[in-house]
């Protein structure tokens, strides 16, 4: 093979790569004009952990004594009532699951479980002709025991350490 067939083939090969590295950066940019530079997941987030610290107050036992301490009802009636609560915030804000982590959605649903078992367990306790406010006083002693520990506590503290390191 001369010289000039090699430049030839050199010169075509040249060519040819610097128009695919062209075709390829030009598809590059292409594609990041079809996505909104401003478009961020983060403000999704942020409000989901918001929501879902509403949640998390919301179904926390002192927040459902007070709510649902209604006079003249009887201990089974105020049990239910808070269920019905607990059950209805739980599923009002279940699409938030979507945007936090799956340790944060767990620990709002064994928030939501673990209030649902109080609240059974200590209307459990009761004589049957017992008054909502029997039941009101029974969990407060509950909450009052637990001090700061209380699952609510703990599941709000992971709640706003998730948030503040979306917002770095």
Known sequence: MDTATLSLILSTFAILLSMLVCYLWFAKNENKKNVD????????????????????????????????NLPGLTAREMQLLMLESVKQEFEYNSSQQIYVSPVAWQAVNNLKEQN??????????????????????????????????ALHNIVLEALNFEARKLMK
């Open 37 to 68: 530079p401003s478009y961020s997941t983060r403000p999704l987030q942020l409000q989901a952990y918001e929501r879902l610290v509403i949640l998390t107050e919301r179904v926390a036992l002192p927040n459902l004594v007070s709510r649902a």
């Open 116 to 149: 649902m078992l109080i609240i059974n367990q200590i209307a459990q306790t009761l004589p049957a002709d017992a008054k909502g406010i029997d039941l009101g006083k029974r969990i407060m002693e509950v909450i009052i025991a637990q001090d700061k520990k």
